[in-house]
């Protein structure tokens, strides 16, 4: 086997505002493998195996499904949630631990630094570093407000809410994050996005307004924290199975009729599985993904690849 790489040039003379960048091993040109058949294998030189991750709100759906996914393929998972759900993330932990993975659960709510500066530290401390932050906490106006989310009814202080759990937070675990995230070699920040960062909803206001937030934060720590050779990038999916689409559903006058409208514009119609964006997660934090910077992702079954309905091409 031989190992044939590209040239050195560009990223050593990388510098910014004057100042040399000492660039991490993802930001630099993937190393080609040529294996001794001629088969050429660039950027296959390892998945997340060893990688420790921070998944926040992981006591439930996208979150633990990530956790799981992300241990059955050797990275450190520290699980984290609000107090009130620390009997589940200890659980999701415990699950991992006794199928031969590792991880650990830290009580966090997001909207407190001091909790988040505290996740932190605990899970350096526990794996000897940080290589992945994934924002997945998040919270939709539906579970404070139940059906009264329009602008006429909708308290002030539910739309701060939403905003602070899913667009502030991020940033403040982010901020959090950064100096671990330095050390790491394969670092990079995951935020859950939506559908709704890109696209309105009926009555949906602050949770649109604070996933087009974080849709834009993205870019914007991708630009922040290029130099630290730190990748921020977000993914949006559509409607996935979990407890708050469930939630969401319920709250409707028609819950049938609304599950039903929820996919009737998906070339794949039915919800998305929460592994299913667990394995998009693991993908953008793996080395495989390494010239993926400051990127949107949709996960979304094409729903909002067209203008049409399911019962126009017979996939109903
Ligand atoms: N499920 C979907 O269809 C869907 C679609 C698009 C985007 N998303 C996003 O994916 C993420 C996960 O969604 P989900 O469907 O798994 O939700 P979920 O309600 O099943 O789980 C969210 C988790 O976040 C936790 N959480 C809420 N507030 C928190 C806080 N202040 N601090 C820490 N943890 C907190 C909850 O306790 C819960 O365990 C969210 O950001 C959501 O907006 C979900």
Redesign the pocket.
Known sequence: MTYDCQPLVWYRSATTAGRRVSMSRHNRPPVRIVSESGNNKEGTEMGIEGMRFVI??????????TARVAASKGAAVMV???A??AE??ERVAADIRAAGGEADFFT?????AEQVEALMAAAAERFGGIDVLH??????ET?RAGEDTSLETMPLEVFRWVV???AI?PWVCAKAAVPYLKESDYASIIN?????SQSAYPRNSA?GTS?GGIRLQTQNLAVDLAPYGIRVNCY??????????T??VQQAEDPEAFEKALVNTSLIPR??L?SE?GELVCFLASPQASFINGAYILIDGGSLAWRGTVDQIGLE
Do not use: Q, W
């Open positions: 926040t709100g992981s006591a439930a759906g996208i979150g633990a499904a984290s949630d609000l009130s759900s589940a993330g966090c709510d997001v909207t407190d924002n997945n906490a998040g919270v939709h579970a602070d759990v899913n937070a859950a996005a939506s559908t709704g949770y996933k949006g999916p559509t409607a996935i199975a979990t407890e708050m689409v939630r969401f919800l998305g929460p964006v």
